[in-house]
């Protein structure tokens, strides 16, 4: 059965609703990829003796001289399918279409978009790579900083047992780094060349693909051609890796939100980061940490979007994957970078109430583990008994915290029990808050001699990464030098 209306491509709802959206993304976040990629590829089939060398030199001065701002500006007309198009086509003017049409040889459009994803991707792995790390070292000197000061610890959000800020932000510190470990892998598995796998089984053509891995910066291939094109853990990996970091980030937002609150009053945002009320004098609202708290939602949730997208669908060559999804993996992308960013800036310049969260940790009771613990230790009590004496001593006080009414009825309960007396120094000393931290030297406690060194170790621990960030960097810098020496001493030739 015909259908009533035949339309010529594009389709303007086509064009419309995906092939101009395509267009500008592809714009945006992929066209210095994809010239650097023709560059490599170009040198390679020359250097492989594919094509000639009159007609690689032609190319390269074709490439050169390609009206970059015209195209960036250009409007989707419907006159060419998509970018590569309109770049083949400019090519085309410039070189002739015989020399330009040597350009695509052993080639595909689909290695050429694995190709130019990973390009990007690896490129925002490292942008969050360095803001991670740029927030870890805000932390480790406030870490520092505030080693010895005494904080509550909140379990279900009550006062739970006394501790310090270093102790406190270690335990961040030690999230964020295993943060970087898992970008530091999946930028390992994103940084894997496609290029050469054409549109799924490679190609006759005697091509070098390890030569144009090496070009791009690539640190090896992604070997086997069919799962270069149709694999997608290259995207899975890294955006769950996001997710992973803009949860624990939104869990710490939310802690300095409440933090930030008067009935806590714990920390004070400098007035670069408040924002006042159009009615309430007063205010000094943290808006900032509402919009961290806000990016990092966006970010997690724009990561796990991009996973339900491939979800179940076909392991080949589909658009589930490309042209309508790249772009929601570099908005999300942006978005946790922003959050980063604007955490640490935050933090740089907040200060915190040393004093009330002293008061506080020397109050509601925070301390009378320690106590328990002691009775267990020293009056020969289990700590099923020792537990139950301090438990009752702590109702019997009807929720007002007096250490001297406590250690009494402490005593009582052990000269009824014929249990080992104690002094009553050591029974005080129990419920002092600084003997409570002091004593805890096991592993990862927040005594000085166990909390000192991971201090230590998480600044070792920063500045090996911050070396893996910067080499990285170098070492893609450094490749796009060398492709382009390459590119001018072979046209010298």
């Known amino acids: 059965m015909e259908s009533s209306k035949s339309s010529t491509f594009p389709a303007v709802i086509y064009r419309d609703q995906v092939l101009s959206h395509v267009f500008q993304d592809a714009k945006r976040l992929f066209l210095p990829a994809m010239l650097e990629i023709d560059y490599a590829h170009v040198l390679m089939l020359a250097e492989q003796q594919i094509i000639s060398r009159k007609t690689a030199s032609n190319c390269f001065q074709g490439l050169k001289a390609l009206p970059l701002q015209e195209i960036a500006a250009a409007k989707y007309d419907g006159s060419v399918e998509d970018l590569f198009f309109l770049v083949e086509r400019k090519l085309a003017e410039l070189c002739g279409e015989e020399d330009a049409g040597r350009i695509h040889t052993a080639r595909s459009r689909n290695d050429l978009d694995m190709t130019m994803y990973r390009m990007v991707l690896r490129g925002r792995l490292l942008e969050v790579a360095e803001a991670c790390l740029a927030l870890r070292s805000v932390l480790l000197r406030l870490a520092g900083e505030y080693r010895s000061a005494l904080i509550p610890a ?18 961040i510190i030690e999230v964020l780094e295993r943060d970087t470990e898992r970008l530091r892998a999946a930028y390992a598995h994103v940084n894997q060349s496609p290029l050469g796998a054409c549109a799924i089984t490679g190609t006759g053509f005697p ?10 910066g690539f640190k090896g291939l992604q070997i086997n051609t069919y799962g270069a094109i149709a694999a997608v853990d290259y995207i899975i990996e890294p955006c769950s890796v996001l997710a992973t970091l803009m949860v624990s980030l939104g869990r710490f937002t939310q802690e300095m939100l409440l933090w930030s609150t008067a009935e806590f009053g714990f920390l004070r945002l400098s007035e670069g980061y408040v924002q006042v009320s159009s009615i309430m004098p007063q205010k000094r ?12 939602s966006r970010a997690m949730s724009e990561s796990q ?6 979800h179940n669908t076909p392991f080949a060559d589909m658009n589930d994957s490309e042209d309508s999804l790249q772009p929601l993996v570099d908005l999300a992308f942006a978005d946790g970078l922003r959050a980063l960013r604007l955490l640490t800036g935050v933090l740089e310049e907040t200060s915190f109430n040393l004093e009330r969260l002293s008061a506080r940790a020397h109050g509601e009771f925070l301390a009378v583990t320690e106590l328990a613990d002691t009775l267990a230790r020293e009056a020969g009590l289990s700590f099923h008994d020792a537990h139950a004496i301090v438990s009752t001593a702590v109702k019997a006080s009807m929720g007002r915290y007096q250490p001297e009414a406590m250690v009494d009825f402490v005593e ?8 080992k007396p104690m002094e009553r120094a050591t029974l005080l000393r129990a419920l002092d808050p600084e003997n409570f931290v002091a004593v805890r030297t096991t592993t990862g406690g927040p005594a000085p001699s166990a909390l000192n060194p991971q201090i230590d170790r998480a600044r070792s621990q920063f500045h090996e990464d911050s070396a893996w960030h910067r080499s990285e960097v170098d070492h893609l810098s450094a490749s796009s030098q060398r492709l382009h020496t ?5 046209a010298r030739g």
């Open 154 to 171: 909140y379990t279900h959000n009550q006062p739970a047992q006394p501790t310090t800020m270093g102790h406190y932000l270690m335990a």
């Open 285 to 296: 609202n943290p808006v900032p940490l509402e919009h961290t708290r806000i990016l990092a």
């Open 305 to 310: 979007a991009v996973l339900n997208s491939l």
């Open 412 to 419: 009582s309960a052990l000269r009824q029990r014929q249990a």
């Open 486 to 490: 390459a590119v001018d001493t072979f």
């Open 207 to 216: 091509i070098n693909r390890e030569r144009t891995a090496e070009l791009l």
